[in-house]
Each structure stands twice: as C-alpha cells, then as structure tokens.
C-alpha cells in the first residue's frame, strides 16, 4: 500500500500502545507508512545518529543523547490520513495527542489553511539624513531591490519562491534620531530559508545605503514569521465530549470558560500556550525544525496586541457544537541540512508523507490545536471533578436548611448517602438535631452498624521530635478517628473524596504527575496494585487537619483498611501499619512512624523507632492501673508537622551537640513517665509534662497559641500541660484528674477547641 493512498483507516491502529515496538513498527509497515528500507532502518537502529555526524553538526562534540519517537495516531487533516511522528521525552502527550485526534476525526477532522511561507529579512538604516525621502525612495525603487535580491539566489525563484515584496517601517529611538527598517519579504518555499534571506539582506545592504543617504547597520531575518501563518480548526458536538460522568455541554462550556481566562490572564496564557507548543514542538524535533525559532515566533504573536493571549479561541457554534481555531506563525521546512545530517530527520518526514513544507506546518497546526484540546478537556474535567459533589451537596444542605453547627456532618452523610436531594438532606437534618437535642433515634433513623474502615487519632504525651532522633516517646488513641468506605464504580480511574475538607480529586495513574497530597496517599494504590482500578473511596475525618493529632496517619491507615475491606486482600496489622508509615515518610520527609503505630493498633504504647533500616521499632503497650484524665486545647492554627521537623533537624545539624543533650533529657523524662503512669503517680506526670514543654519550646516548636492555651490550662487546675506533636501551632494536652471542665471551659472561653478524653 502507498503512502499516498487515502483509506479512512489507515492512520486508525487500535490498542497501539499495547503492542511490542518491534510490533509497532511492523505493522506501520504493513499498513503502507513505512518502506522496506526504512523498516529496516527502524527494526535495526541504523537510523540513529552517529557520533562522527554529530561531529559536524555542532562544535565540541562528546556524544549524542536519544529521545523516544512516537506517533500521534488518528490524524485527519483537510480529508487526508497521517500519523505523526513526535519526538518528546514528556510522558501523557502522545496518548493526548492520539485521543483528541481520534475524536475529531469522527467529527470530521481538522481543517488547516495556511498563506504562502514568506519569511521577513530586516536591514536596519541609521543616520538616514532625511527619513521621508529615504522611504519614498526605497519603495519607488522596490523592483530594483527585489531583482538584486533574487540575483542572488535564483534557483529559489526558480522553484516559485524568492523575494516577493518590500516594506518600509520608521521606529522613533529614545535618543532621538529615528531608524529606518527595510523588510524583504521572501517566500523561500520548502526551506527554512533562514541563510538564504540572511544573504539577501546581506546582499542589497550597499544598494539601501546608497538609496538612503543612511547606514545600515544589522541585516538579519526575523523570528516573528506572521508571514507563514496558519489556521487550523475543528467542530466537536457538544455530544461528543459527554464521558467519564459529565455532561457535554458541561464539558464545552468548561472547555469555553478555560479559553476565556487564558484570552485575558497573561500568565494563565503562557500555561495555556505551552501546552499548544508540547505537540508542535514534538513535530518541530522530529521534522528537523528549529523549534527555538517557532516557540519565539508564536509568543511573539501571542502578544502582538500589547498584552500576551491565548493562541487559541474555543466557543459555542450556532448548534451548541464546540468550536476551536488556533491561529500560529508556521514558518518550517521540508528540506535542508538536518535531513543530509541526521537520518532519522529523513525517515519521519518519509513516514509523515508530507510534500511540501506548507502541509507539514498544516499538520503541526492541528498537532496544536489538538494538544491544546486535550489539555483543556483534561482541566475543565477534573476542575468539575474537584469539588463537584461536595459542592452540590453543600449547597443541598444549605436549602435543607442545615445551620452552621451541623453543617459539616450533614454534608458528610449526604455524601455518603449517595442521594444529594433536597428531601435526604432534610431528613438527615432532622435527624442530627435530635441527635444533638439528646432525642433517641428511632428504629429506622437509627444508623446501620459502621462498617467503615477506621484509623485512630493520637496524642504524643512525652517524647516529641526527639523520638525522630532515637528517643523513646509515650503516645495514645484518642476518640477521634478517621474513617472511609470504599466502593466500585465505572468512572475509569480512583476518586478520593473527603467532604468535610472540600476534597475531591481523581488519582493520577502516572506518579510522576501527583502533587504532594496524592503522593502520599497514591502511594497505597501502586502498592497494592490498584491504581488501575475504578472506584470511590470516600474519607470521613474526625480528626482535625495539621493539628498535631496524627491526621494524616490515621487517614492512611483508614484508606488501607478501607481498601483491605473492600478487595479482600487479607492485610495483616503489621502489613498496614508498614504501608501506612510509607505514607508518612513522604508526608512528613522523616518520620518516626510513632503516629501510624497508633493510628494502626489504637493503644497506648512506648515507642522507639528502629535504629538501622529493616529493622523493626520497639513497641511496649502500657497497661495503666487507670484511665489518665486530660483536655486537649486544639489551637486552629495549622501546622505542618514536616516543617517543625524539618526546622528542629536544621538546628541539630548546625549543633549537634547540643541538641542531643535536649534529646537525651526528652528521653529520660519520657521513661520516667511510664514510671509515673503504671504507678498513676500523676503529680510526678504532670511535672514531666512541664519540663518536657520547656524542652521543647528550648528545640523553637511552640507557638504564642500553644503558649497561651498551655498558660489558660495552668492558671484554671493543670497540673501539667504541653504541646503535643509538631507544635509550631497545633494541639497542647493538659493533665487534669480535677478541674477538668473548668480548663476545658477556660480554654473555650479563650476561642479555642477543647476536648475531655481518657487515655489508657
């Protein structure tokens, strides 16, 4: 089969990313895009560069560096098939190149009109005595420039191209004295042209200077090839774009706003552009085109009107159809150097089929337009994915007439109910405030037994960032607990919601993509091997977020149990425990893995991390004569517990020596705290409670919250009271076996949270 040949199904290779790259390129072979020889050249890497060419190609050569070259399948451009080789080390642009392609060749293909490739020659005149006449003079005599012009290169007008016209500009300098600048337009057809309009400008120099009166100073082509431009555009019904849950009308409107706010925000435009560029510059490398070139001519145009914008506009057509144009400077070629030097060059324009260097800025066009497409989509899909249940069940609840108090848990389980109605939300509504009126429910309100996985808040009693360095620390559950549920769905990919935060986000398949809160918890998905999976895990905190209670163990211990639940994997505690401290290391940069500990087992325990990796920490639990009693004052200042860490390891690192000694007292403190504790000698708690919150406002972790809250629980019956985990804002715990309603009441009255609980 030719390659010239027009079968609708040619560029159309189903499940090409799963086969084999010898497989790849056979079958491109069979299909007609690839000749014998140059499917040779692929099966045996014979068309790579060689490091002698190389040599001649730049100065100083030491070697030469690949780069993976796709295809962008799918391609219909003006009503011909292609496949698009793409040279990129990005990973997700081929597939996004492929997958819009792939949907507007059903809708038609793109449609790409282009002018002629004209490329700018500028000689600049200064000194010119009389400006006016200089510049009527020049475009009087304009033939008689343009004839010397193409005397120097008349194998290029011998091909139909050569310097067309001439104009003249006159631009005012600051120190007064204004310059002339002469333009050659020159049409330079398949070549780049950039040395053939150089020697042009070069070559009618004298001539200028004896027209002018003045003297020329730079002769030099231009970047900005507004001359070379291209239009390339597609029609999606709104149809079309329904998928993954969203409406298509959904879809294009989002797709139309994101083009709004890119058409007049400079610095959402230079993303928005960027994207554009990651196809076109793909095509530029594998073409042999000075990619440089293009990037600075298209930014150039994007901020031709005096404010940087959009290179493309998507907006709704008169049948509710959406429509995309992308206007670009395209001034490439299809013959050159890079074809002579690099074989590779050669081969990809063979397998693009392309004639002449207008039809492969044509396709670079739509290569543009398509990237920008999918990133696009992409966004708006996810912009709607984020937040969108939440944030009808929110607005739900407020026609429920759900009030501030209770707000927060009826839109949990409005949520979790799965029916975000008017009527649900007033039910559950209904249903809290006897709850909080004290009115026992009723058989039917009365809720089904909680199956939902659970992971345990903490508090850390003594031994607080010192445990990171080796010392022992005492920590205990405490009733706030995170919890989730997990369940299948057809939605194609992982959704994590977590109401009461206003979370909502679909898991990047790719690691490499995640942000810092996917991370950590992405890192459950890869383990267990169920990135791929579709479903909905829905989290339910109790525990107050970066307030120094182990959030963010508690919830990774709740998704992995959720998940252990869901999929029956038969993860043990120690199992869940490991994977939940993998969480933490990226959460926190070093942790001491005291946090999961809890979070997993739920008792209260001395730990002391291991002291080599591999193996494993000493966990004792404490069995305590009594339940120790205590107030935690919540501050509401949030606090990244691997900053504190981060600060507290900085400051050792500076002085070692001295830290280890606070360490050291942090340490013995906390095994004289377990003393206290089996003997309930609480006086002797409380004093090593104090000391230990002076230790550690000496390590810089406390805040003016904490100290005040730590002052409030004092002044009203503590007998002793500290921070409590990273500090740096946070949580504080107080020891009260008397008084503790009035410290609890003392620290509210203050503004702050309290909270009685009884540990051990």
């Not at 063979?350 to 696009?376: D, H, P, W, Y």
């Amino acid at each position: 089969m030719s390659a010239e040949s027009t079968s609708a199904e040619r560029s159309r290779f189903p499940a090409f990313y799963k086969l084999s790259v010898s497989d790849r390129v056979r079958i491109i072979h069979e299909r007609g895009w690839l000749s014998a020889e140059d499917y040779q050249a692929l099966v045996s890497g014979e068309h790579t560069l060689k490091i002698h060419k190389a040599d001649k190609m730049i100065e100083n050569v030491v070697g030469v560096m690949g780069l993976p070259v796709g295809l962008g399948l799918n391609f219909l451009v003006n009503g011909r098939d292609y496949i698009v080789p793409l040279v990129v080390e990005e990973p997700s642009i081929v597939a996004a190149l492929s997958s819009a392609a792939k949907l507007v060749r059903g809708t038609g293909g793109f449609t790409v009109e282009s002018t002629e490739p004209v490329l700018i020659g500028q000689v600049q005149v200064v000194d010119v005595p009389h400006l006016a006449h200089a510049k009527a003079t020049l475009l009087q005599r304009k033939d008689e420039l343009l004839n010397l012009a193409n005397s120097l290169h008349p194998q290029m007008v011998a091909r139909g191209g050569g310097a067309q016209d001439l104009e003249v500009h006159v631009h005012p300098r600051p120190e007064g004295g204004d310059m002339l600048v002469v333009h050659l337009l020159v049409d330079t057809r398949d070549a780049m042209g950039a040395n053939l309009v150089n020697t042009m400008c070069e070559g009618i120099a004298s001539l200028v200077e004896t027209m002018t009166g003045g003297r020329v100073f730079l002769r030099i082509l231009s970047n900005l090839t507004d001359r070379s431009m291209v239009r390339a555009r597609c029609v999606i019904p709104a149809d079309q774009l329904t998928g993954k849950g969203f409406e298509g009308e959904e879809v294009r409107d989002g797709i139309v706003l994101a083009n709004e706010f890119a058409s007049i925000d400079p610095y959402r435009a230079a993303t928005h552009n960027k994207g554009i560029m990651n196809g076109v510059d793909a095509v530029a490398l594998a073409t042999g085109n000075d990619w440089r070139a293009i990037e600075s001519a298209a930014h150039a145009y994007a901020a031709r009107g005096g404010r940087y914008t959009s290179l493309t506009r998507w907006y709704k057509g008169e049948k509710g159809e959406l429509i995309g144009e992308l206007d670009i400077p395209m001034k490439v070629g299809t013959v050159g150097g890079p074809l002579q030097s690099n074989a590779t060059v050669a081969l990809n324009l063979r397998l693009l089929g392309v004639k002449t260097a207008r039809e492969l800025a044509e396709i670079m066009g739509a290569v543009g337009l398509a990237q920008n497409f999918s990133a696009l989509r992409a966004l708006v899909t996810e912009g709607i994915q984020q937040g969108h249940m939440t944030l009808h069940a929110r607005s739900v609840a407020v026609a429920a007439g759900a009030t501030p108090e209770i707000f927060d848990t009826v839109v949990e389980r409005l949520v979790e109910s799965g029916e975000i109605k008017i009527w649900k939300a007033q039910e559950i509504v209904e249903q809290v405030r006897k709850e909080s009126r004290g009115v026992p429910a009723t058989t039917a309100e009365q809720p089904s037994v909680d199956h939902r996985a659970c992971g345990h808040g903490k508090i850390i009693l003594l031994g607080e960032h010192a445990v990171v360095y080796g010392s022992h620390a005492i920590a205990a559950p405490v009733p706030l607990a995170v919890r989730a549920v997990a369940q299948d769905t057809k939605s194609g990919g992982v959704d994590m919601f977590i109401p009461r935060w206003g979370v909502e986000y679909r898991l990047h398949r790719d690691p490499a993509h995640r942000d810092s809160f996917q991370r950590s918890l992405g890192i459950i998905f890869d383990s267990l091997e169920l990135t791929e999976r579709s479903m909905r895990i829905e989290v339910f905190p109790n525990v107050p977020r970066a307030m120094g209670l182990g959030g963010s163990a508690a919830m990774a211990v709740a998704v992995i149990r959720a998940l252990d639940q869901h999929y029956k994997l038969g993860l043990s505690d120690e199992e869940i425990n490991a994977l939940a401290f993998r969480c933490e290391e990226i959460a926190h940069g070093s942790a001491s893995g005291i946090d999961n500990t809890v979070a997993t087992y739920g008792k209260t325990l001395l730990y002391k991390r291991a002291s080599k990796k591999g193996e494993s920490p000493m966990v004792r639990e404490l069995h305590l004569p009594k339940r120790i009693p205590l107030v935690i004052g919540i501050s509401g200042k949030e606090s990244l517990t691997a900053v504190t860490v981060g600060k507290v390891r900085t400051a050792w690192q500076r002085n070692p020596a001295l830290y280890d000694g606070i360490f050291q007292q942090i340490d013995a403190l906390t095994l004289q705290g377990v003393e206290a504790m089996q003997q309930f000698d609480l006086e002797r708690l409380g004093d090593l409670m104090n000391i230990c919150h002076g230790l550690l406002n000496a390590l810089r972790v406390s805040s003016w919250e904490v100290e005040e809250l730590v002052q409030i629980a004092r002044e009203h019956g503590a007998i002793g009271a500290k921070l409590t985990g990273g500090g740096g804002g946070g949580s504080i715990v107080a020891l009260c076996p008397q008084n503790r309603e009035k410290v609890a009441a003392a620290i509210r009255d203050a503004g702050y949270q309290a909270m009685e609980v009884d540990i051990g």
